[in-house]
């Protein structure tokens, strides 16, 4: 499990071209135990409390 947030930065070159960077900024990081396993559902999926 992640939580974090996304970061996105752009800017200029010196020749002009704009770049573009998409940053994941990870606050926390947790493995979970593999789904499928006795009394757990596949298809269960965390519940999301804030919109995007």
């Given amino acids: 499990m992640v939580e974090g947030r996304l970061r996105f930065q752009s800017w200029e070159t010196e020749a002009g071209d704009k770049r573009n960077k998409l940053s ?29």
């Fill in 24 to 52: 994941v900024m990870l606050e926390t990081f947790q493995f979970l135990p593999k789904s499928g396993g006795a009394g757990q559902s596949a298809a269960s999926e965390p519940k999301i409390d804030e919109p995007w």
